[in-house]
């Protein structure tokens, strides 16, 4: 018998009192994900200049977040499911809030990234649980909106994680910044404990190996899910690096910008939270491979108009990119995870592995890009990413029909 056939019949329904509850906790443990994993792209800047580093060397503060988180999403999935979800969103959460605190303090780069690196880790426990508490927990019906609300949690937790650490560090220094960033974190910790409500559908199982290995082999096996794991790290390649170097560009010439106002910019991440929940919504309706290429096409328009050197219209792309991405990134994640469920596979797990590789690697990479043509360079490089999981979209849009047989087929040989 398969784990789902023995969870009881009730989820939460969109407008109860639980349903609101997990909204509001995944949305508090959102926000403090995504103020700390990002929070050094808005000092990197200030850490190239105190460090004497290159742009490329100084972005690897927020590489090894992303990395680190990447790395551990599977192994703290798989243990997960012996300790539960709750406990450990808790416990990546807190650790995570602590460490931020810590990289406030460290002696040297080398450390910084140690510490960096670890509080990626950590947080992989929040990352790696939340969507699998939500596909439990949630009926099914709400399950696009639910995971829309999710993801406007990390575009906020974005947008005032570059802005509040931008204003600080005008203010005090990056090491300011880092510290607020952590205690920020802490207190949304304690909102997510106080909020979410008990697991009612969670059942417990052994830790196994073999199996979760044989899980995650599967997520490799199907060409549907392979591909929407390169939808996630081309998309997510294209957006950090765009957001790790645009700060860069906009304090040298022609703008000229001060670090206070590169920061308030970052406002734009509220574009990401609205159209997230919008098109979970949109795909619950008209199905995800009709709306995911819409989101890819505009985050190659934003791309184009962030060329300019007018600065109103560089807002205004970055508006299109962000939310094209986070319009994206909800369709293709909610997709992943229903279609990996149906074959029995990790296949959440194993797309936020590639997303988050995506921001590691992709990011990285970037940097060459903007170190060898500057800002046009990186501009190019990204809109070849994101032609890529365009493509990508369109192949899965055409073979939607049998690739949905095929699911469907698989499912009811684990009922």
Not at 15 to 41: D, E, N, V
Not at 235 to 254: E, I, Q
């Amino acid at each position: 018998m398969s784990v789902s056939a023995t969870l009881p019949a009730t989820a939460h329904r969109r407008g109860s009192p639980g349903f609101r509850r997990i909204t509001l906790a995944l949305f508090a443990a959102g926000l403090a994900t995504f103020t700390q994993l990002y929070c050094a792209q808005a000092v990197l800047p200030q850490l190239a200049q105190s460090y004497r580093l290159t742009p490329a060397t100084a972005s690897l503060a927020v590489s090894v977040g992303t990395g680190g988180l990447a790395v551990s999403i599977i192994p703290l999935s798989a243990l997960s499911n012996v300790t539960g979800r709750i406990p450990m969103m808790t416990a990546a959460l807190l650790a995570a809030g602590v460490l931020g605190l810590a990289a406030a303090f460290a002696p040297s780069f080398e450390i910084l990234l140690v510490l960096r690196a670890l509080q990626g880790i950590a947080l992989g426990g929040l990352q790696a649980v939340a969507m699998t508490y939500l596909a439990e927990e949630v009926d099914h019906r709400a399950l696009g909106f639910a995971t829309g609300l999710y993801v406007a949690g990390n575009g906020i937790g974005g947008m005032t994680g570059r802005l509040l650490a931008s204003l600080l560090a005008d203010l005090g220094g990056w090491r300011l910044a880092l510290g607020v960033i952590g205690a920020l974190g802490l207190g949304c910790t304690a909102l997510f404990r106080l909020s979410i409500p008990a697991s009612r559908r969670f059942v417990p199982e052994p830790l196994a190996p073999r199996r979760l290995a044989a899980a995650v082999g599967r997520a490799f096996t199907d060409g549907g899910l392979i591909r929407l794991h390169a939808v996630g790290f081309l998309l997510m390649g294209c957006f950090v690096t765009a957001y790790n170097f645009l700060g860069f560009r906009l304090l040298a010439a022609p703008f000229r910008l001060s670090g206070t106002l590169v920061g308030l910019i970052f406002v734009v991440y509220l574009a990401g939270s609205s159209s997230s929940a919008i098109a979970g919504r949109l795909a619950d309706r008209f199905g995800r491979p009709k709306v995911f290429w819409i989101t890819a096409v505009v985050v190659l328009a934003g791309l184009a108009v962030t060329l300019s050197g007018h600065l109103a219209l560089v807002i205004v792309g970055l508006v299109l990119v962000t939310a094209g991405f986070f319009a994206g990134h909800s369709v293709a994640s909610g997709w992943a995870g229903a279609r990996g469920r149906a074959l029995d596979a990790q296949g959440a797990a194993v797309y936020l592995l590639c997303y988050y590789l995506g921001s590691s690697v992709g990011g990285s990479l970037g940097g060459v890009a903007y170190g060898y043509g500057k800002w046009p360079g990186t501009v190019a490089y990204g809109a070849a990413l994101v032609t890529g999981a365009l493509l990508l979209g369109l192949t899965l849009r055409r073979g939607a029909p049998a690739l949905r047989r095929r699911i469907l087929s698989v499912a009811g040989e684990h009922r």
